[in-house]
């Protein structure tokens, strides 16, 4: 199975300090879209890495004609890379892969090859077992709420959704942190449009540590389900 031709896709690859992780990751987004893509882009937002990953994300971009690279001079987080690589995007679908090796390539065919059959595909773990415990447990307490808020009964909301480019360039995203992706989905279930769920399967990154779970992060995470929940009596 194949995407029709419409479904042209750029897959943004965000990577801070993951000179260890981001070949591979490419790598596997380069497989998959290869085989399930009449056309893609792929681009590599380097988010002021301090280690030799925006040297490397310029040699894989002269390697591989379908690989450009974004730059920025200081690490400005994943909401600020994602907005970076979908402002420069070219084709009519939009989604990323992180660069941290933790999407694993098959999944990422999954991903592919469902675009299109909804308005907006959107990921879940499809082994929860084999991320850490601490993360299963705020994965099932945030996404129970944002169930309540959303009226939806989705498996997950901050994965790497494939939306239509325009769709998501008019979505809000106002979080800076890794919330945004639940904001933005939560705003789309709003206004009514379509979804199909994909399983992905989590695999272990082979090199440094996840930077999505901190103090920080989860109290942007509380202050986003907030404001949805005040916003949601406007709708």
Request: aromatic residues 8%; positive net charge.
């Amino acid at each position: 199975m194949t995407a029709s031709k419409s479904h042209a896709v750029t897959i943004v690859v965000p990577a801070y300090n993951e000179v260890a992780n981001l070949e591979g990751a490419v790598k596997d987004v380069l497989g998959a879209a290869e085989h399930l893509l009449p056309v893609y882009e792929i681009i590599v937002v380097d988010d002021g890495s301090t280690d030799e990953t925006g040297i490397l994300a310029d040699q894989l971009a002269r390697r591989y004609d379908e690989v450009r690279v974004i730059h920025h001079a200081r690490n400005l987080g994943l909401a600020q890379a994602y907005k970076s690589g979908l402002a420069a995007a070219r084709l009519p679908y939009f989604t990323f892969v992180p660069g941290d090796g933790e999407v694993s390539a098959e999944s990422i065919g999954v991903l592919l090859m469902a675009v299109g059959s909804a308005d907006i595909v959107v990921p879940y773990h499809a082994n929860p077992s084999a991320r850490p415990w601490h993360r299963r447990v705020l994965t099932s307490i945030s996404t129970a709420m944002l169930n309540r808020v959303s009226g939806h009964r989705l498996r997950y909301y901050q994965g790497p959704c494939v939306y239509p480019t325009a769709l998501a360039r008019s979505l809000p995203a106002t979080s800076s942190g890794f919330f945004f992706l639940a904001e933005m989905l939560v705003h789309a279930l709003w206004r009514g449009y379509s979804v199909v769920e994909v399983g992905l399967v989590h695999q272990e990154r082979s090199g440094g540590r996840s930077k999505a779970v901190g103090v920080s992060n989860m109290a942007r995470a509380l202050l986003v389900v907030l404001r949805l929940w005040r916003e949601r009596g406007k709708v």
